[in-house]
């Protein structure tokens, strides 16, 4: 089976170099890559924590990393706190929900008479004393 490289630009010619040479090259300007940078994080201001890893603009070669989260660490109170924000922020919803669902009803028995209307009864037995 050949093996057939088209150059990815027009200017490039044809690859006829060794795949050793070509390996050589793609490491030499891959260390050109990673010391421009270098010197460019070295003049950065902000603080976000640079990387020592070089930035490489080809989205395309970088391979994903498998990862599993095995721990997730929050403390008690602040998880507390964030289920009780979530109690708080369901209710009003459910508010809307329940006029939404209403609304829907009244208008289909506007639509539809024929259906039939549901009633619950809930009885609680008395404990002792009269029926």
């Known amino acids: 089976m ?8 027009a200017d490039e010619g044809p690859e006829d170099l060794p795949r050793t040479l070509r390996r050589e090259r793609e490491a030499r300007e891959r260390e050109a890559r990673e010391r421009e940078a270098k010197a460019r994080a070295a003049t950065l201001t902000h603080d976000f924590g640079v990387s020592d890893r070089a ?14 989260v ?3 660490d929050v403390p008690f109170w602040r998880l507390m706190a964030f289920f009780i924000k979530a109690v708080f ?3 009003p ?3 809307l929900l329940g006029a939404l669902l ?3 009803g009244y ?9 039939v209307p549901i009633q619950m009864l809930i009885q609680f037995p008395s404990m002792g004393g009269t029926p």
Do not use: H, N, Q, S
């Not at 050949?2 to 630009?9: A, E, G, I, S, V």
């Not at 930035?55 to 599993?68: E, F, G, H, I």
């Not at 208008?107 to 259906?115: D, G």
């Open 55 to 68: 930035y490489d603009p080809r989205p395309d070669l970088v391979v994903p990393v498998a990862a599993a």
């Open 102 to 104: 209403t609304g829907i």
């Open 2 to 9: 050949t093996d057939t490289d088209f150059p990815l630009m």
């Open 70 to 72: 095995t721990r997730f």
């Open 89 to 91: 922020a369901a209710v």
């Open 107 to 115: 208008i289909l028995k506007a639509y539809y008479p024929e259906l």
């Open 93 to 95: 919803a459910l508010i």
